[in-house]
């Protein structure tokens, strides 16, 4: 399976010791919850900071997967997000469950952080995540509140205003 | 001759779709992971094929002057 094989790529890299971790989010994140949804590329979020971002990048490259649209690996797309690029990523790596795919384990994001991500894009498709998420799947509000909070200062008004907005329209 | 629907009949049928449908999502819900990748790399082969063919389509319009 193509979506294995690219995330078996990162899985080599941290075992090489080439980047410290990574997390799944989006759509593949979103199957493990719910159920399968179309999308274009697979969202590794990074623990990288800048310089370990372009070593990454240098590396993939080297072993042949170019950039189009998100690096290509396996044939599949793959949006790396670092996570020098917002605070909260770091979190959300770390705190991320450990699920088995074929014979690794891999980090992929637990509803709440996942619904924050989604909070912070927030296009429509990612109010059908969040709204799907809170039906189907055991969401820890209190916790959901703390990590915006926490993770997002400055914006965590406006996205816990989105948040209750959706809340609202569950109800 | 030909049946005249109600909005009760509307409202019967619909009842009856939505349920149907949420049965089936919940099934899909509950299948094993490796299952929904397998469905989700299906999905996602389309998608990027449907992508790149309007792709495709655009630099041809564009090409042509459209």
Do not use: C
């Amino acid at each position: 399976m193509r979506i294995i094989k690219a995330l078996k790529v990162f899985d080599d890299l941290k075992k090489k010791g080439v980047i410290r971790d990574y997390a799944v989010g989006g759509a593949v994140a979103m199957t493990y919850y719910v159920e399968p949804r179309a999308t274009r590329d697979v969202d590794i979020f990074l623990l990288a900071d800048y310089e370990e971002h372009k070593l990454t990048w240098d590396i993939l490259d080297k072993l042949g997967y170019k950039y189009k649209e998100g690096i290509v690996i396996e044939d599949i797309p793959v949006d790396i997000v670092p996570s020098f690029q917002h605070p909260f990523y770091s979190e959300a790596i770390r705190k991320s469950k450990k699920v088995r795919m074929d014979n690794i384990l891999v980090k992929i994001f637990t509803p709440e952080y996942l619904i924050a991500t989604k909070l912070l894009v927030f296009r429509g498709k990612d109010r059908i995540d969040i709204f799907d998420l809170f039906r189907y799947v055991k969401v820890n509000l209190p916790k959901l509140e703390t990590i915006l909070h926490g993770g997002f200062k400055g914006e965590a008004g406006l996205l816990l205003k989105r948040l209750h907005k959706i809340l609202e329209e569950e109800d | 001759m030909k049946r005249v629907y109600s909005s009760k009949d509307f409202t019967k049928f619909w009842k009856k779709k939505t349920e149907a449908d949420e049965r089936r999502r919940l099934k899909d819900i509950r299948l094993p992971f490796s299952r929904k990748l397998e469905i989700l790399d299906e999905l996602m082969e389309e998608a990027i094929f449907l992508s790149e063919l309007k792709r495709a389509e655009k630099s041809s319009m564009s090409r042509e002057g459209v």
